[in-house]
């Protein structure tokens, strides 16, 4: 029987309270410590990858007490709960299922009469002949011409996630052959946005991807009005270039104005759409069905890890205890994530829109008020560029925030240059091994303004290179992580109420409906 | 005469203690009141902007207490000490001279025997020669081919200002016809970068601009030999391609590997360096001449405003000292940047580093621990994007973050769909308008998972267009505003020696030079 409650309600949280602080991290990671610490501290991934949490501010004592948290607040039933159909997004009264586009982890799930593994799998099926067709020229402009670029319209979950997981695969797909298509991502209401991108593109050789689950977002629709005129003032019929990732019962679902709908359903939030047909359609038509396929595998192999009772072997379940222990025990504010891979430039982005929009809440499951912080802003950029930007706040700032590093051995493209006896991949990651140390011990110096206090506790993701397994096992990992932290906060992490005042707002806006400040803001903005 | 002091030494701040909380903004911004303050709490900007503060938490009593501040802080007086050509990097032991590359603000600054401006401006004249030899095919490749293309190799502050100056203003020059060259960066020294940069463009056409101020800076190094074997490989030299950036007394200043050098010098900081040669170069390549130098007016006529003594016509300062009351009274833990204007979809990581670079650090300028927060976490995406990814942490999360609005009435390409009795532009705007009332005022509802508590603060710069102007404007407010708080904090804000350590350990691990956890990190990641 599961239980909702409150985090400062537990006995473990409790404890973990009285256990603040005892590790000195400093000491800990120095000398034969810290190096016995390295080889222990770690867990396996999927995707080949490993979870290294030796630079974290925790002892056995703090990770048995983060065992015990787990347990009380019954991590593992509540993910097997959501897995197996339960309504876990009870705001919404709707089932949790993204995690069945990669993989069945329990029973089979019914929902509107349908087997919902079996639906998920139908529509990727679906996209990768869709993928398959254009590819081969089956599908091709009026002028019976291949198409060579891909636009996908959409924005928040249908944006963020896709244009990351692109952009993270583009240079390995190109290097390892299997590149079909070049994709672009038009999102925001701006018009200069879309002026941009179909600058960019040869219109007549372009499909387009509407992603919108309703079908009624703003932002989407106009941006489609957008591409249409640009279709029909190059002579183009839009209806040969677009098709629609939306849910069946959406007006765009039935239209003949697309090739082809791909369907999704309630069951699966935006910002965890990635590897459903959301992401599915833009990245089977740019790297082709099997990459996409690969990429899922990764997914399902990191999903299967988080259903692991045992937080020593489940590493998306430590990674979000860790996290709790900082932001609530330790009143840490934020956390950086800050991937040593150029590829992942836009990784950082997509985690914000995960881990902010689900657990940015200050009301539990049932509307109650918390009396405890919840999510943490999170923010990043790749290293090493970070290195010249923020680090300098990370190392000697007055606020410590956490750090989630990602590190490669090899790079995706593997073409290099040796300069001062050594590639710039090794200096790369010869940079992040440093940087953990450098926040981890720090280093006295006679002059203060050269002083590292260092305790700043961090943790990294170590892989080989980064495929597209790798990709879905980290995917994977992070929306893990931020449902277990929602678990433990007792939010409800899938839903999204507080983006609805500014939508409703902005309408009456637009209709001239409005008085006071919002009405001299709106004149100021020559509305 | 200038006294150096703590924050929490002086009176002012001990009278914003008292003034904690004392203003309700959910009230304030209500009704006429609110409209009211819409209409009082504005001031005007440099390039056509203005800084409308009426949704900060602030009242006329607490902006007489931060006008007591900044008299006593000295403001005025160390921005005036500043631009006359004090040591005021005093870490460093350097004049901070940034201001003197777009204006003379006091009187003439003499270092190393020169006459400051003239010899940055000098450095621009010769920029602009080139470039327009270049526009006008008097500088060719071999081939005798114009150069199509620029590719900049530079990090942190040789990279991320001038990559988002590009990007803010590249559909503008498209636009009013005075765009010249494409331009890239390359920038990580993740080889992946380079590959990926060089993939894209055609290299017999490219001109490469390095800049690196010491000579020295490892991935720019790195980069430049990886884009020298690409040149090589596709049979051109090298020398006909590379422009250096940098200073008189680096390496790199007399070589004839580079058709040209231009100079910046130590009185420049990386982070305020845009409107250096390190901008200067790329964006007159880019856009022309003509159009750096109506950034730069911009930049001035903010410059100017930001040296009057006075907070109520001081937009920067006024900012500054919002921030802080925000920061030590409110604590607020970040802040974030939220641009209406895809153009400005770098500008958050161009202020990112300006700001925690510049601020995040503990000890005073004497060297002495401060007992107070000092500066923010930032981070930012544009608007209407961040609307359907982070905000609903900003909306309902349990920390209030403040916000940073930027926008424009009008787009910067004109071109617009009208759909549903609006255009994009006035959608974007529209919510612009909404989202600051839906924060500032909040709204009830029955459903606690539905209510918004409002109270939280942010403040709008609104503009007509983004112009080059506009843009120099903008650069130079933050600038100014982080300097201020620099200043009221008692930090250095012109060194960054929280960047070194890890440098240090990246070389001892590329000796081989390490042992204990440094060492089994290393192997970790095969190196």
Known sequence: MISWNNLDKLTAYKKLQSLKGSVELRDAMAGKSGKDRVAKYSIPMGGGLCYNFA?????????????ELAEEAQLAEKFSALYNGEVINTGEKRMVLHHLTRGQLGGDVIADGVNKRAFYTAEQKKAADFARQVHEGKITNAAGEKFTTVVQIGIGGSDLGPRAMYLALENWAKKNS????DARFISNVDPDD??????SVDVSRTLFVLVSKSGTTLETLTNESFVKDALRKAGLDPANHMVAVTSETSPLASSDEYLQAFFMDDYIGGRYSSTSCVGGVVLSLAFGPEVFARFL???AEEDKLAADPDICRNPAMLDALIGVYERNILGMPATAVLPYSQALSRFPAHLQQLD????GKSVNRFGDK?????GPVIFGEPGTNGQHSFYQLLHQGTDIIP???VGFRFSQAETDVN?????SQQKLCANVAAQIMAFACGKDDENPNKSFAGNRPSSIIIGKQLTPEALGALLSHFENKVMFQGFVWNLNSFDQEGVQLGKVLAKRVLKHDTDGALRAFSDLLGI
């Open 55 to 67: 630079a974290k501010a925790v002892n056995d004592e703090i990770l048995s007490a983060l065992k």
């Open 297 to 299: 595998a990764g997914a």
């Open 194 to 199: 879309a002026v941009s991108v179909l600058g």
């Open 178 to 181: 299997c590149f079909h298509m």
């Open 356 to 359: 902010m929009e689900s657990n």
């Open 370 to 374: 918390v009396d405890y912080v919840t």
């Open 419 to 423: 300069i001062q006896d050594s590639t």
């Open 403 to 405: 750090l989630q590093f």
